[in-house]
């Protein structure tokens, strides 16, 4: 049995999330499920589009007025997550956010202390000793001169400051489960290196969920789930699905990163399947039109496929 069947620190299943939209209504996700396990990193993979998004926002209770989850379950530490203002007050807390773009999410108009002292006092701390915990997290999220920070707006943060600085809100927090959204993006190796050893040392026990496009940060996540359009189509150990993909689409997706950035492949037929990769799988055929999506297990990793 796997860690994370063990203990799950976190788990979700969304049943079905779809949109309501003028002409009806459009199926955003469907049956994603899976556990994590304190400290356990999964990674989530997939083209743009293909719900992993909507996947964050449903579990930070942000999905927007017209999407809807239908059947879902989703649970934090063996309790299934409340809705409304009881999970707005998680968020921050236990739930922890990490931006892409730790410029765009910082408040424009507030200080570095003045931020951190929002997310201190949202613990409940009292409040002499936030500019000693405001110093300390800044100094946890590789800040060697906390003071030269404290004072500056988000606009004289370079981009790496700036994301560290949501590295040290997030540490204002009793955090189990944090999800990051392309927290790497315009970051070297090094600088990647340096992110996850930061929230490996600040977060030891957090589940850690990590939105991506990159194949290298998907690699420093011990397990990855592949979406495409809304539907998980393989998930298992890092370490085996991006080095033998078993789905055709996994495969195209690993292949693309290397030969044009991770751009969709193009179309190659018309028709209706229940598998989300028809139109461009090079191994469709006929049974894709009318089989069923079963699953198929090497023992290890997981897929989903009308084919063996
Ligand atoms: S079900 Fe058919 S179209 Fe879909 S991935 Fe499998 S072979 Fe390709």
Not at 10 to 25: D, N
Not at 117 to 144: C, I, Q, T, V, W
Request: charged share 20%.
């Amino acid at each position: 049995m796997a860690a994370s069947e063990l203990s799950p620190a976190f788990s979700y299943a969304c049943g079905t999330i779809s949109a309501k939209l003028s002409r009806g209504e459009r199926v955003l996700l469907h049956n994603v499920s899976f556990s994590l396990s304190s400290g356990e990193r999964l990674a989530v993979i997939g083209e743009t589009g293909s719900g992993k998004t909507m996947l964050a926002l449903s579990i930070l209770g942000l999905l927007p007025a017209n999407v809807r989850m239908r059947d879902g379950c989703v649970q934090l530490d063996g309790a299934a997550l409340p809705a409304g203002k009881q999970l707005q007050s998680l968020r921050g807390d236990r739930i922890v956010y990490i931006p892409q773009s730790g410029a765009e999410f910082l408040l424009p108009t507030r200080a570095v202390r003045k931020q951190l002292y929002d997310s201190l006092k949202k613990l409940g701390l009292p409040r002499k000793e936030f500019p000693a915990l405001a110093a300390e997290k800044l100094h946890l999220a590789g800040f060697d001169a906390p003071e030269m920070v404290l004072d500056k707006y988000p606009f004289q943060l370079s981009g790496g400051m700036a994301q560290r600085v949501t590295i040290a809100l997030a540490a204002c927090s009793r955090a189990r489960l944090l999800i990051a959204d392309e927290p790497t993006n315009g970051l070297d190796e090094a600088g990647r290196a340096q992110f996850f050893a930061l929230l490996d040392s600040i977060f030891p026990d957090a589940a850690k969920l990590i939105i991506t496009h990159d194949i290298s940060v998907a690699a420093r996540c011990g397990r990855v789930l592949v979406l495409c359009g809304g539907q998980t189509l393989e998930t298992g150990a890092s370490a085996d699905v991006l080095s033998t993909p078993r789905h055709p689409y996994t495969k195209a997706l690993l292949a693309a990163q290397v030969a044009n950035g991770m751009q969709p492949s193009p179309v190659l037929r018309e028709g209706v399947s229940v598998c989300p990769f028809y139109a461009r799988c090079p191994e469709a055929d006929a049974a894709c039109l009318n089989g069923a999506m079963q699953k198929h297990t090497d023992g290890t990793t997981e897929w989903w496929c009308c084919h063996a």
